[in-house]
């Protein structure tokens, strides 16, 4: 393992890292009348978040093995 591929690694999860720090920004803010959000309101929207994120991932995968993929085969032949 080189030197450069850590580099990458490390990057990409510094990227992800940065995404879970904006989206808990809003939420670790205090409401309108004056009261802060609990741990369990930043539980239960960080794991909408993560069930949102897998499904994107999970509909992009398939969507490209099912529907793309044999698309470009058949305008391969």
Known sequence: MSLHSVGIRSKKIE?????????????LA????GSS?????IAK????AMVK????IVSIISV?????QP???????
């Open 45 to 48: 929207a960080v794991g909408i």
């Open 37 to 41: 959000i609990n741990g369990a309101a």
């Open 15 to 27: 990227d992800l890292a940065v995404v879970l720090l904006l989206m808990l920004i809003p939420l």
């Open 53 to 56: 994120a897998v499904s994107c």
């Open 64 to 68: 490209g093995r099912l529907i793309i």
């Open 71 to 77: 698309l470009f085969e058949k305008i391969n032949r």
């Open 30 to 33: 205090p409401s309108p009348d």
